[in-house]
């Protein structure tokens, strides 16, 4: 029912930007939470961060300061900011969609950011 497709990773050195897009068509609904999710070489995939079917946000400790997820309704997608990026954000970045009570949960198929020293 949904599709997610993530783009905009990518090989940046430390201290570079870059903007994750994660791109949902299906099913969507205004009651949907969308998060970004990493994982990296032989690491376990981790929360990075969430923005709610209202709006409010929340960033893991890790990249807080650094990272701002957000969302545009009008296009069903959500973006990934990522600033001052270090070489310890090298991973796969997944984008999550999750319904109320995660009813259900779809991934996207992952993009690369790797972080150079």
Known sequence: QVQLVESGGGLVQAGGSLRL????????????????????PGKQREWVATIASRGNTNVADSVKGRFTISRDYAKNTVYLQMNS?????TAVYYCNLGGPQRARTYWGQGTQVTVSS
């Open 21 to 40: 897009s994660c791109a949902a068509s299906g099913s969507i609904y205004g009651s949907d939470s969308m998060a970004w999710y990493r994982q990296a």
């Open 85 to 89: 990026l270090k070489p310890e954000d």
